[in-house]
C-alpha cells in the first residue's frame, strides 16, 4: 500500500521545510510542501484521482493559519468548496485568533497544532488521522469549538 | 454755521470797507466764538468760565476798538475809546481769575480777593468816562490819535501790575505740574503773553509816550491768543472742545475748497461767457449749489478724519481702539497671542517707537523664580537676545510696585514712558515705551488708557502662565500616557509578536528533535547551527524591539533613514492578515529618534490593519517631494468618515470599542516634535491615507 500523503502548507519555507522533514523523517509518510496557498490548491489539483472522483492522493493537510494574499482560513473554505470534505485539514497556528477559531468550525479541520509544536504531537496526528480515527478527532475539534463559541456568548 | 459768519463778514468787510478791517474781524470773532464754545461746553467749570470772560470781554473791546477806527467823528471816536478802556479794565479780573485756576481747580482766588478786585476794576471803569484817562481823540490822516489824560500811567501801572501778577502766579504754578499739566501751562502762557504784549504796547505803553497811532490794531493780536489756546485744546485736550475745532477746522477747508472751485466757475464764466448773469450762469450756479449739497458734508467728513488723524492723531479711533485691544487681550490665552496684541496696539495704535514688554524672565516656568524682567519678543513669545533687563531689586520695579502708577522719562526718547503691570502687588509685566511717533508727549488721556491696557494685560498674562503651566503639565501627561499607552499596544503587539517568535521557535524545536537521529551527518549539522541560531537571532530581534519600545528613555537625535523605521515596524505589526505593498525610494536621511518614528508607523500600520478586517491591502511608499521626504500609508479599509475626520488626532478619541484612542495623537505629537507634518485623505469605504512629510 501506498505511503499516505502529506502536504504542509506554510509561507515560512524554513517552517514548511522543517515540518516536512520532520514527517519524512518517519518514513511512513510521502510530503510535499507548499509554499503559498496558490502552490497548495496545484498540488491539490495535481494529486486528484481519476478526475477526482477517486478522491485525492493528498490525506492530509497541515495548513499554516496566517499567510499573506490568502491566509489558511480562506484557503479552508476554497479547498472545502472545490476539494470537498474528504481532505484531512489540521491547521497549524502562531497566532490564537479567537475569531478566526470561531469561524474555523465550518471547515470540520482535524485539530489545531500550536506552534511550536512536539515532533511527537505532529506525528501522533498523522498516525491517528490516518488509522481511521479522522471522524473522531474532526467531532473533538467541533465540540471545541461550540464549548469555546459558548463561551464567547456568555462574555458578550 | 460758524464759518458762514466768517465768510459772510469777510465778504462783507472786503465788499463795503478795507481790507485791514478783516482782521480785527477775525479777531472779534475768534475770541468771541472760542469764549462761547469754552463757556458752553461746561459752563459751571471754573476754568472754562473764567477763560470765557477774558475772551468775551477781549472780543468786546476789541470790537470796541474796531467802533473807535471806524468812527465818523472824533468825538464818535472818542465816545468808543472811553467804552473801550471801561471794558478794558475789567479784562485783568477774570485773566487773572483763571490764571489761578487754571490748570486744575485746587487754588480758588478769595472772595474778598475777588471783591477788592473788582472795586479796583470799577474803579479804573468809572475814570475812563471822565477825562482823566482819555483826554482827547485828534483825526491825523492816518487816523485817530488819542491823548491820553493825566490818570493813564496810573491805569497802565495798574494793568500792567495785574499782568505781571497773573503771569507769575500760572509761572509759579508751571513749576508744581508735571506732564499735561505743564504742557498747557506752557501752551496758556505763550498764548496770552503773544497775545497780550502787543497791544499792551501798543494801547498803554507808546500811549504813554505820546504814540497812540496803533491802537486801532492793538487787539488784533489776540488773535494769536485764540490759536494757541485752540490748539492747545486739541493737542492737549485744553477744556475738552476739540471736536468743535477740528470740525470748524474741516469746515474752513470744505468751504475754501468749494468755494474756489466756485469761484474758478465763476472767473472761467466771467472771462470766456459773459460778464453779465445769464441764464447759463445761473444753470451752473444752481448745479454747483446742488452738487456742493450733496458733497460737502462728505468732503467735510474726509478732512475731519484727515485732520483729527494728522491734529488729534485719530484721537476718537484711537481710543476706541486701545479699549478694544484691552477687550482683545482679555480673550486670548497664549502667551504669543497676548504678545502680538499688544505690541501690534503699541506700534499701530498709540503709534510708539520701539515699544518692549518686559516679563519676569522664567514667565513660562511659574516654578522658577526669576531675578530680572527681559524683553518677551512676540514672535517666539520667548525671551529677546537682546541684553536689555531690569533686574527685580532696580529702584524702578520697587517705584512702580510702590506708586502703582506709570512713570515718566520726559527726556528719555526711548523710554519715554513705564508702565507697570500690576496685579495686586505683584509686578507681572512692564511696558517700556519709546517716544511717541508723532515726537509728543504722552497725555494723560493716553497714559490713563495704557493703564487700562496694562492692568488688562496683568490679569490676562497672570492666567496665560497657569494655562503655558497647564500646557506644560499636559505635555508631560501626554508623555506618561504615550508610555502607557505603549504598554497597552503591547498587548497587541504581542499578538502580532507571538506569531513571528512561534514561527522560529518552530523551526529551532522540529529541527534539534530531529538532530539525534542525524549526529553524525556533519553537513546536517552544519546547516542546522545556521538555521537554528538564524531564527534564534530573529526572535532576539523581535524582543529586543519590543523592549525599547516598551522603554521610557530620552530621545535620541540620530539620522534616521524612513525605510528601515518603516521596514522594523513592520515586523512588530500582524501585517500579515492584509496584502502588503511597499514601493520605498530612496529618501533623504531625517534627524530624530529612530525608535519614535517607528513609533509613528506601528500606529498606522495598526490603525490600516484594524480598518481592514475583512483584509485588504496596505501600500507603504515613500518618496521626495520637494525636497521632503514623504512616507504615505494607505489602507483599502473603511475610510475615516467625514464628521470625525477633525477629531482622529484628539487623544482618546477612537473608533473602535478596544481601542486607548492614543494612537494618531501620539503619531502627530511625534511627527510634530520632528518637524513634520501629517495630512490624511480618506474617502468613507475606500479607504485612507495618511502622507507624512518630514
Not at chain 1, 479541520?109 to 488509522?131: G, H, Q, R
Not at chain 2, 492747545?232 to 470748524?248: E, F, G, N, Y
Amino acid at each position: 500500500m501506498a505511503k499516505h500523503m502529506v502536504m504542509v502548507v506554510d509561507d515560512e519555507v524554513d517552517v514548511a521545510n522543517s515540518i516536512a522533514n520532520t514527517i519524512k523523517d518517519t518514513d511512513r509518510y510521502d510530503v510535499i510542501t507548499a509554499y503559498s496557498a496558490k502552490e497548495a490548491l496545484e498540488h491539490l489539483k495535481k494529486n486528484k484521482v481519476m478526475m477526482g472522483l477517486g478522491g485525492n492522493r493528498i490525506g492530509l493537510i497541515l495548513l499554516d493559519i496566517k499567510m499573506p494574499e490568502m491566509d489558511g482560513l480562506q484557503l479552508l473554505t476554497k479547498i472545502r468548496h472545490d476539494f470537498g470534505e474528504d481532505i484531512g485539514i489540521s491547521m497549524l497556528t502562531a497566532w490564537e485568533d479567537e475569531e478566526k477559531w470561531d469561524r474555523a468550525t465550518s471547515g470540520f479541520v482535524v485539530n489545531y497544532i500550536k506552534k511550536p509544536f512536539k515532533s511527537e504531537e505532529l506525528i501522533t496526528t498523522l498516525d491517528d488521522f490516518f488509522s481511521g480515527e479522522e471522524g473522531q478527532m474532526v467531532l473533538k475539534t467541533f465540540e471545541k469549538h461550540i464549548s469555546k463559541r459558548e463561551e464567547f456568548n456568555q462574555k458578550d | 454755521m460758524l464759518l458762514t459768519i466768517v465768510l459772510a463778514g469777510t465778504a462783507f468787510i472786503l465788499l463795503t470797507q478795507d481790507v485791514k478791517y478783516v482782521f480785527p474781524f477775525y479777531a472779534i470773532f475768534g475770541n468771541l466764538s472760542l469764549g462761547m464754545f469754552v463757556l458752553l461746553k461746561d459752563w459751571k467749570n471754573k476754568i472754562n468760565l473764567s477763560y470765557a470772560a477774558t475772551a468775551l470781554l477781549t472780543a468786546l473791546w476789541a470790537m470796541l476798538i474796531l467802533f473807535y477806527g471806524l468812527a465818523n467823528t472824533p468825538a464818535e471816536a472818542l465816545l468808543w475809546s472811553k467804552i473801550a478802556a471801561g471794558v478794558y479794565a475789567y479784562i485783568p479780573i477774570p485773566f487773572i481769575y483763571f490764571f489761578s485756576v487754571f490748570p486744575k481747580e485746587d487754588v480758588v482766588p478769595k472772595r474778598y480777593q475777588m471783591i477788592a478786585w473788582f472795586c479796583v476794576a470799577t474803579f479804573f471803569a468809572l475814570i475812563s468816562f471822565t477825562d482823566l484817562i482819555i483826554k482827547d481823540i485828534l483825526r491825523l490822516k492816518e487816523g485817530f490819535v488819542f491823548i491820553p489824560g493825566p490818570a493813564f500811567a496810573l491805569f497802565v501801572v495798574y494793568f500792567l501790575g495785574f499782568l505781571v501778577f497773573a503771569f507769575s502766579r500760572l509761572i509759579e504754578r508751571y513749576y508744581a505740574y508735571r506732564g499735561l499739566n505743564r504742557r498747557q501751562i506752557v501752551y496758556v502762557l505763550l498764548g496770552f503773553f503773544l497775545g497780550f504784549i502787543f497791544p499792551v504796547i501798543t494801547n498803554l505803553v507808546l500811549p504813554l509816550f505820546g504814540y497812540s497811532l496803533l491802537a486801532g490794531v492793538g487787539p488784533f493780536s489776540t488773535v494769536i491768543t485764540v490759536g494757541f489756546i485752540s490748539y492747545a485744546i486739541t493737542k492737549s485736550r485744553l477744556m475738552d472742545i476739540s471736536v468743535i475745532i477740528s470740525r470748524t477746522v474741516a469746515e474752513v477747508i470744505a468751504v475754501l475748497f468749494l468755494g474756489l472751485i466756485y469761484l474758478g466757475l465763476v472767473w472761467l464764466h466771467w472771462t470766456y461767457i459773459s460778464t453779465s448773469i445769464t441764464f447759463t450762469f445761473i444753470a451752473i450756479t444752481v448745479l454747483y449749489g446742488i452738487l456742493v449739497g450733496q458733497i460737502h458734508q462728505r468732503i467735510r467728513l474726509f478732512i475731519q478724519t484727515t485732520s483729527d488723524k494728522l491734529f488729534l492723531h485719530g484721537k476718537y479711533d484711537y481710543y476706541k481702539e486701545l479699549s478694544e485691544a484691552s477687550m482683545k487681550v482679555g480673550e486670548k490665552l497664549s502667551l504669543a497671542s497676548i504678545l502680538q496684541i499688544l505690541y501690534r496696539t503699541f506700534h499701530d495704535v498709540v503709534e510708539i517707537s520701539n515699544p518692549r514688554i518686559f516679563l519676569p524672565e522664567n514667565f513660562s516656568r511659574a516654578e522658577a523664580t526669576s531675578k530680572r524682567y527681559v524683553v518677551f519678543d512676540e514672535e517666539t513669545a520667548s525671551a529677546k537676545q537682546s541684553g536689555e533687563e531690569i533686574r527685580i531689586d532696580d529702584q524702578l520695579v520697587k517705584q512702580l510696585i510702590l506708586t502703582r502708577a506709570p512713570v515718566l522719562f520726559p527726556h528719555d526718547p526711548k523710554r519715554e514712558l513705564v508702565v507697570p503691570c500690576l496685579l495686586e502687588d505683584r509686578l507681572i509685566a512692564i511696558f517700556v515705551l519709546g517716544r511717541k511717533l508723532s515726537e509728543d508727549h504722552y497725555t494723560d488721556d493716553d497714559i490713563q488708557l495704557l493703564m487700562v491696557l496694562a492692568s488688562q494685560a496683568a490679569i490676562t498674562l497672570d492666567h496665560t502662565r497657569s494655562y503655558e503651566k497647564i500646557r506644560a503639565e499636559l505635555e508631560v501627561a501626554e508623555r506618561q500616557l504615550s508610555r502607557s499607552q505603549r504598554l497597552a499596544s503591547l498587548g497587541t503587539l504581542t499578538a502580532g509578536v507571538t506569531h513571528e517568535i512561534r514561527n522560529p521557535l518552530t523551526v529551532i524545536r522540529s529541527e534539534t528533535d530531529r538532530l539525534p537521529s542525524r549526529e553524525r551527518d556533519l553537513a546536517y549539522l552544519k546547516n542546522h547551527r545556521d538555521l537554528v541560531l538564524r531564527h534564534v537571532d530573529r526572535i532576539a530581534a523581535i524582543i529586543q524591539r519590543m523592549l525599547r519600545m516598551a522603554k521610557e528613555k530620552p530621545r535620541q537625535e540620530e539620522e534616521v533613514d524612513l525605510n528601515e523605521a518603516i521596514i522594523s515596524s513592520l515586523q512588530l505589526v500582524a501585517i500579515s492578515a492584509v496584502n502588503l505593498k511597499k514601493d520605498l525610494e530612496l529618501v533623504p536621511l531625517i534627524k530624530g529618534d529612530k525608535i519614535e518614528l517607528e513609533e509613528i508607523f506601528v500606529n498606522l500600520f495598526q490603525n490600516a490593519i484594524q480598518a481592514m478586517p475583512e483584509g485588504g491591502t496596505l501600500t507603504i511608499r515613500t518618496y521626495i517631494d520637494e525636497g521632503r521626504a514623504v512616507a504615505e500609508v494607505t489602507d483599502t479599509g473603511n475610510g475615516i468618515p467625514p464628521q470625525i475626520m477633525e477629531k482622529i488626532f484628539d487623544p482618546f478619541f477612537s473608533s473602535r470599542h478596544e481601542g486607548v484612542g492614543l494612537g494618531l495623537s501620539i503619531a502627530y505629537r511625534i511627527i510634530r516634535e520632528h518637524g513634520g507634518d501629517i495630512r490624511v485623505k480618506s474617502e468613507e469605504g475606500k479607504g485612507t491615507t495618511f502622507k507624512i512629510l518630514f
